[in-house]
T-cell receptor, first 119, second 116 residues
Framework: SQQGEEDPQALSIQEGENATMNCSYK?????LQWYRQNSGRGLVHLIL?????REKHSGRLRVTLDTSKKSSSLLITASRAADTASYFC???????????????????FGQGTILTVHP | NAGVMQNPRHLVRRRGQEARLRCSPMKGHSHVYWYRQLPEEGLKFMVY????????ESGMPKERFSAEFPKEGPSILRIQQVVRGDSAAYFC??????????????FGPGTRLTVT
């Protein structure tokens, strides 16, 4: 399996319900981010959680991170039809650049969860 | 402040032709990344560039693919002799200078390449 796997692969709910998506990863991370992608469009950054944080909120979004289990969850409360999209988690990896320093830049994305919110 | 710009948004090429995808990072950003998204999949890292330097190309296919980020002008992802399997959405992202927040990537709208 790949770094940054989400489950479920697809989730279908009614407007007003909560949606929970999970992400698991394999290697140590510096931080984990969640993105949304509407069909045929680019990615929109939702929220970033650092490896030393356990929970973060942003509006109707709540993200948790359990580094011991190498997993994260994204909760969308009181969902709306406009929340219909694919959701991806992304972890970063550190890179040794040519000049011997350490830099970050390679995001590893999961396969995504397709969320459908029915009006 | 304009976001990351990519053009063209859609590109159709016949097998064997060349595809050139352009990416202009956000103003002031000096780090550019290219990702590929196959249908129904997540994004896969291809290459990370700074001005005039390729930092990490571990995700780039060894043949037919190349990328550059010249001192002036946009970053270019070039695919020679395209095949049907190259059909995908190609996303560019950029991050602020300084190297401290390279995970903070802003994505462009993508170029959807279709090879017929």
């Amino acid at each position: 399996s790949q770094q940054g796997e989400e489950d479920p692969q697809a989730l279908s709910i009614q407007e007003g319900e909560n949606a929970t998506m999970n992400c698991s990863y394999k290697t140590s991370i510096n931080n984990l981010q969640w993105y949304r992608q509407n069909s045929g469009r680019g990615l929109v950054h939702l929220i970033l959680i650092r490896s030393n944080e356990r929970e973060k909120h942003s509006g109707r979004l709540r993200v948790t991170l359990d580094t011991s289990k190498k997993s994260s969850s994204l909760l969308i409360t009181a969902s709306r039809a406009a929340d219909t999209a694919s959701y991806f988690c992304a972890t970063d990896a550190s890179l040794e650049d040519r000049w011997g320093g350490t830099s970050y830049g390679k995001l590893t994305f999961g396969q995504g969860t397709i969320l459908t919110v029915h009006p | 402040n304009a976001g990351v710009m990519q053009n063209p948004r859609h590109l159709v090429r016949r097998r064997g032709q060349e595809a050139r995808l352009r990416c202009s990072p956000m103003k002031g950003h000096s780090h550019v990344y290219w990702y590929r998204q196959l249908p129904e999949e997540g994004l896969k890292f291809m290459v990370y560039l700074q001005k005039e330097n390729i930092i990490d190309e571990s995700g780039m296919p060894k043949e037919r693919f190349s990328a550059e980020f010249p001192k002036e002008g946009p970053s270019i992802l070039r695919i020679q002799q395209v095949v049907r399997g190259d059909s995908a959405a190609y996303f560019c992202a950029s991050s602020p200078p300084g190297g401290q927040r390279l995970y903070e990537q802003y994505f462009g709208p993508g170029t959807r390449l279709t090879v017929t």
